[in-house]
């Protein structure tokens, strides 16, 4: 059973599930940090944790939970998290196909963009590909943390 799914907008779609373009504006406007990830389970078999340390170096990357010795983060933290960052990196343990957690859609909704490893997990699943950013699309972490630095600079870019 997935942990939530997308839905297009339809005449009869309630007007608070709308966001409209002043929301979007006041909520983007409000994110002044690049990126966060919270982790809870140490030593992936995805390879998450080598991820996460190198890109501590290379941009900053907040990551909170229990892992890397960080404190831990609880409800009213990780929302606020999503409030002023721009991405999340949203790694799973494993990479499974249509597995998806609560990590991608509490970042889409809180217009935190959510990175992933693949764009393969989402595969059959009606995700648009511009929702999200995927590593693989990437051919080094240094060119992974450029664009979303450039992404940062760029209002018009990082809301598309």
Known sequence: MPYDVLTRITPTTPKEYIWDQKEVLATVKNKTKLA????SHCNSESGRDLISKKLQK???????GVCFGRRGCDDACYNR????HMFYLALENNICHNYVTEKFWNS??????PVVFSRSVFEGMDVPSNAFIALEDFKSVNEFVAHL???Q???????K
Request: overall charge negative.
């Open 108 to 113: 889409l909704r809180s217009l935190t963009v």
């Open 153 to 159: 600079n760029d209002t018009e870019r990082y809301l």
């Open 36 to 39: 966060f990830q919270a982790i």
């Open 149 to 151: 630095k450039a992404l």
């Open 58 to 64: 290379l941009m900053g990357l907040e990551v909170v």
């Open 81 to 84: 998290s999503l409030e002023t």
